[in-house]
């Protein structure tokens, strides 16, 4: 390997170690000073640095995430879980709805009537009597367009062979 190769090679970014494990203490609940002991002693005079650092934020937004997916949604489940087994019916629907909208498909679009426009979910019974109202709707509002002609009254008949 050439030695500009080896100047342009690209290492992936990750957050200083240090800034990642304070976060994650954070998102744990403690106290910055608590954190800060728990990292060791030379990390209790930055504790200002690492809280103003630019990456803080996304830092503890990353811990919380993660502390969120591996400690408190498998809980949550499990309370959604156990509501499914309640005795009152207004709370299995609840607790089905919850389920179905966050990690399936939302209840209301899983279970859709057809619109006034849709006519793919319908029986050839009811599409049918669809035809039998639109047309009778189509028959009152048509209007008669044929001429007539109203012979005056003191025309005679005339006969082409007299």
């Known amino acids: 390997m050439s030695k500009k190769s080896e100047r342009t090679k690209v290492v992936p970014y990750t957050r200083p170690r240090g800034l990642q494990q304070f976060a994650r203490y954070l998102s744990e609940g403690r106290e910055p000073i608590a954190a800060a002991e728990a990292m060791g002693k030379d990390f209790q005079s930055s504790i200002d640095a690492m809280l103003s650092h630019p990456e803080m934020p996304a830092a503890l937004a990353e811990a919380l995430a993660s502390r969120l997916l591996s400690h408190s949604a498998p809980k949550a489940l499990k309370v959604v879980q156990d509501l499914l087994e309640s005795p009152s ?5 609840g607790a089905a709805k919850l389920i179905l909208d966050k990690a399936l498909i939302p209840a209301d679009k899983l279970i859709k009537p057809p619109e006034d426009g849709d006519l793919t979910g319908l029986s050839q019974d009811e599409l049918h009597s669809k035809i039998q109202v639109l047309e009778g709707e189509l028959s009152e509002r048509a209007a008669d367009v044929s001429a ?3 012979a ?5 008949l005339l006969s082409v062979l007299d």
């Open 89 to 93: 019916d207004s709370v299995k629907l």
């Open 148 to 150: 007539h002609y109203d």
């Open 152 to 156: 005056p009254t003191d025309a005679k």
